[in-house]
């Protein structure tokens, strides 16, 4: 559905040439992480998706969430080495926009469906 497209191979392309950005991180207990912004942003939505389109069916959204698992399983893949960092503002900002890029593939998919 959205995985397996052009525009998020684009994405994790964009992805990967913006790695300088999570560069010289070390491993913080004490903060929000990389892997809480990416999950909490992914997360989110996901559940905006759900809300602008109440009448998803059942099977549609259970796809949705298998792709939005498999987004979440690639930026951990990307993002490996700095998972557990703390997230700076400027990391943070970057991936609020990149996971509103990916929201944008989702709503495309599901108008091509309704």
């Keep these: 559905m959205v995985v ?57 959204r259970f796809q949705l969430m298998q792709e939005a698992d498999a987004v979440l399983a690639d930026l951990n893949q990307v993002l490996e080495g700095i998972w557990l960092c703390e997230a700076s503002d400027v990391q943070i900002s970057f991936l609020e926009d990149f996971i509103s890029l990916v929201k944008n593939l989702f709503d495309s998919a599901i108008s091509k469906i309704y």
């Design 4 to 60: 397996n497209t052009e525009g998020y191979e684009a994405l994790v392309e964009y992805l990967a040439s913006s790695l300088t950005l999570f560069e010289g991180l070390s491993v913080s207990a004490n903060s929000i992480t990389i892997e809480d912004v990416v999950t909490d942003l992914i997360a989110t939505q996901l559940m905006t998706v759900f809300s602008q389109n109440p009448d998803i069916e059942q099977d549609v």
